[in-house]
């Protein structure tokens, strides 16, 4: 069954450091997520992208934070210039098709920033 | 903006007892509905949904929820539980009918099954 995936699982960071987190979603999707999980929160959205534009963003998503597919596979967000508060567990995910499918996580990304 | 409420914290049950999640979300149009399951050290995977038509839906592992419009809820069951459901479970909505497709998810219930 195809999965998505992401890489590193864990990356450890300083603060002020920029960081670039990485999704390899399912070959045949078209809609793309980026969700955290701040250790002992909720999962929350931050953003979504679709045919290579931001369609939604959350709050959460301001200016340090940005999202590209610069190829045909890979799909990742940036974080300019790491704070604490973004150590979180951050899950990308996809779908075929918006609002009859369901979409797909990957394992995640632990990011630790000191 | 739609949210979504999680009654129970953490759940503590034997094996062979049953098991009830509440979940409640807060928007009054079209959604869809999910519940995930997060096993310890794994990542999210789908144990049902709800889209439309049969408000009981069953998933995998022999649970199911129930859709209950006018009460806003999508509660989760499962007539007996195993040591190996022992998990972290999130209920989540869609609330498509606004024009938005992302996922809001609850706090989550984390289920302890004693064997």
């Known amino acids: 069954e195809p999965e998505v995936t992401q890489t590193p699982s864990h990356q450890v960071t300083q603060m002020g450091q920029e960081v670039i987190l990485r999704c390899v979603p399912i070959s045949n999707h078209l809609y793309f997520y980026w969700y955290r999980q701040i250790l002992g929160q909720k999962v929350e959205f931050l953003v979504s992208?679709?045919?290579?534009?931001?369609?939604?963003k959350s709050e959460i998503f301001d200016d340090q934070f940005s999202v590209e597919r610069p190829d045909g596979s890979n799909f990742t967000l940036k974080i300019r210039s790491t704070k604490l508060e973004d150590s979180a567990m951050y899950f990308c995910a996809s779908i075929m098709v918006q609002n009859t499918d369901t979409q797909y996580f990957g394992p995640g990304t632990r990011l630790t920033v000191l | 903006a739609q949210s979504v409420s999680q009654h129970n914290h953490h759940v503590i049950l034997s094996e062979a007892a049953s098991l009830e999640l509440g979940c409640n979300y807060s928007y009054g149009g079209t959604v869809n509905l999910f519940w995930y399951v997060q096993y310890p050290g794994q990542h999210l995977q789908l144990l049902l949904k709800?889209?439309?038509?049969d408000p009981l839906v069953k998933g995998i592992k022999g649970f199911e929820a129930e859709f209950i419009k006018s009460k806003f809820s999508f509660n989760l069951r499962k007539p007996s539980v195993q040591w190996s459901d022992t998990a972290e479970y999130f209920c989540?909505?869609?609330?498509w009918g606004a024009g938005s497709y992302q996922l809001t998810f609850g706090k989550g219930t984390k289920l302890s099954v004693i064997p």
């Open positions: 989540a909505v869609n609330a």
């Open positions: 992208f679709y045919n290579n534009e931001i369609s939604e």
């Open positions: 709800y889209f439309s038509g």
